[in-house]
C-alpha cells in the first residue's frame, strides 16, 4: 500500500524506548512544514479540524466526510505519518467501523477513538463518558474496520479528568484486551496516576495534555509514554498572524510596509516550487 510505510514508521515510535512530540498539523501547508522540521509525525486534532475546516468551536460539528477529506488533503502534500483524532467515531459502533474505513483510505497513519458521549447529552453541561460495554464495542468495531494491519488504532480515554483514575485504568485495561495498539489518554494531573496506568497496562502510552510535571521526556520515556501531545500552538499562531496582517491592511499599512511576512524562499520550498519546475520541463519541455 502506497501509506504502509507511514504507518509501520508511526508503529516503530510506538515500539521504540523513547517519547517523541508531534507537530500539530491541520493543512497542507502545516504538514509540509512540520516535515521539513524534521517532526517524526503529525497530529491531526479534532479541535484543529474544526477550526481549519469549519471556523467552530470544538463540539462535534464537522463531519466524517470533511475530516477525511482534510486528512486526503495532508496525505497528498506530505509522506510524514499523521495520527488522527476521532474523535467518538463518529456515531455507533457501526460508525466507529466505517470511520476507520474512510481515514485509513485518506491516508491516515494512526486514529484514535474515545469513549466520550459526543456530541453531548441534551442538559448535560458536564462532560460524559459512554459505558464500559459501549466503549469496549468500539473498539471491536474499529478493529474490524481495518483492512491494513498496519494502521495504528488507539484506545482513547478521558476518564481520568471525569470520573476517576481508577475507572481510567479498568477502561485501559478492558480497550488494551481488545487487541488495540496504543492507548492514550487526556486528564493526566500526576507522575502518580500516570504510574498508576503504566503499573496496570502494557501497550505504549500516548498522553493528549498534561501539566508541566509530566513534560520530562526521559521520565514520560520510562513510564512507557512514546508519544506526548503539546497542543495546538501552530493554528493559533496562524491565526494571530492573519489578524494582524488583515488588521494592518485595513487600517492602510502598505502591503510593502508588512512585517513577519514568509520570505520567497520559505514560501518556495512549501510549496515544492522546484519539484514542479523539473517536472514542467520534464513532462512539458519548458525550461527550468
Known sequence: MAFRSRRENLRSILSGGTCVHPGSVYDAISIRIAEDLGFPLG??????????????????????????????????????????????????????????????TAGAAGLTIEDTLLPAAFGEAKTQLISLEEGVGKMKAALSGRSDPSLVIMGRTGAASITSIEDAVRRAKAYEATGVDALFFTGIKSRAELEAIAVATRLPIVLGGAPEDLSALDYLASQRVRIALQGHAPIAAATQAVHDTLKALR?????????????????????????????SAEFLGLKK
Open 251 to 279: 487600517e492602510g499599512t502598505s502591503p510593502k510596509a508588512l512585517q513577519g511576512l514568509a520570505s520567497a524562499e520559505l514560501t518556495n520550498r512549501v510549496m515544492r516550487e522546484a519539484e514542479t519546475k523539473a517536472r
Open 43 to 104: 497530529m491531526f486534532g479534532g479541535s484543529v479540524a474544526s477550526l481549519a475546516v469549519l471556523g467552530d468551536p470544538d463540539i462535534t460539528l464537522i463531519t466524517l466526510t470533511e475530516l477525511c477529506e482534510q486528512m486526503r488533503r495532508m496525505s497528498r502534500a506530505s509522506t510524514l505519518p499523521v495520527l488522527v483524532d476521532a474523535d467518538h467515531g463518529y456515531g455507533n459502533a457501526l460508525n466507529v467501523r466505517r470511520t476507520v474505513q474512510e481515514l485509513e
